[in-house]
């Protein structure tokens, strides 16, 4: 399938035109063909979803990205392509667009422009990376609530495992952490977890800096029972998790999210590993049931 360029300016189209017009359909399907081996009919058909989340995106008054430079939103939408991630508004969204002032001028003259760029979340960088063939897939993160059992330990080969029991019934709807399994290859099992105090350290770091405002953290810090929010905080500890592996390098125009600053913090745990063999004897739950 060839591009065709001709009679094509973006700036010439208004924001709710550009996604939709045929030179962009056959860039963002030539992408996906070419860049990620699809059959046209399937690149074609994820075309035609992420243009209708597109303009829904436009069209939220919110988002502002309607304000945004006319190259910008062309720009972010063929990131969907050469990501292959999803724009789908959701719980677990791979993806969204957002807009961002930047200084096209100089230090001492400053022109402020609004510009639209492709943000990956952390389930779209979960994606990313399990494609890159960094993991091989993350279980669910499990959530430790007041009264259960977790325990990380290593056993006489040095290798870590977590001694985990849920209390039930609850005693308590006080959320004190969470952790997650990771599973790599060559079938080596790593964990990472978040506990109170590194909760607390990053709800510190969710407040805006350098503002004269009195905006205070991230109200998900203290949505649940008065703590954190159970999948807000499962989101958390997959980004913890992912950063104990090697930084992602994006083709493109693409950011990861990074909504709090934490690299500046380091969360103290064993980096050992273990094998799939020895999940069995290794993660205790009720009956000593495997979770994974």
Request: aromatic share 8%; charged share 25%; net charge negative.
């Amino acid at each position: 399938m060839e591009t065709k360029t001709t009679n094509f300016n973006v700036n010439d189209l208004a924001p709710e035109e550009i996604a939709g017009h045929t030179h962009v359909k056959e860039k963002f399907v030539q992408i996906l063909i070419s860049l990620h081996k699809m059959q046209q009919p399937d690149a074609e058909s994820i075309y035609e979803k992420e243009l209708i989340y597109f303009r829904k995106f436009l069209a939220d008054p919110a988002r502002k990205l309607k304000d945004c430079t006319k190259i910008s939103l062309f720009s972010s939408f063929i990131e969907i392509a050469i990501q292959n991630l999803s724009i789908q508004d959701g719980s677990k969204s791979e993806a969204y667009l957002e807009s961002r002032a930047m200084n096209m001028g100089t230090a001492e003259n400053k022109k402020w422009v609004s510009t639209a760029r492709f943000v990956i979340t952390t389930y779209g960088e979960l994606n990313l990376r399990i494609r890159a063939g960094q993991i091989i897939r993350m279980s669910n993160p499990i959530v430790i609530y007041e009264g259960d059992t977790f325990q990380p330990r290593t056993n006489d080969r040095g290798i870590l495992f977590i001694d985990y029991a849920p209390k039930i019934p609850r005693q308590s709807t006080k959320i004190i952490g969470a952790w997650v399994a990771i599973h790599l290859p060559g079938g080596m099992v790593d964990f990472k977890w978040l506990l109170e105090d590194d909760i607390e350290r990053l709800m510190k770091y969710s407040i805006p800096k350098g503002t004269n405002s009195d905006k205070g953290p991230n109200a998900l810090y203290k949505s649940a029972s008065g703590g954190i929010d159970p999948g807000f905080l499962e989101t958390k500890t997959i980004k913890h998790a992912m950063r104990a592996y090697t930084k992602l390098r994006l083709a493109g125009t693409a950011v990861i999210e990074n909504e709090e600053i934490e690299e500046e913090e380091n969360f103290a745990q064993p980096a050992n590993t273990k094998t799939e063999e020895q999940i069995s004897q290794s993660v205790v739950i009720n009956q000593k049931e495997e979770i994974f």
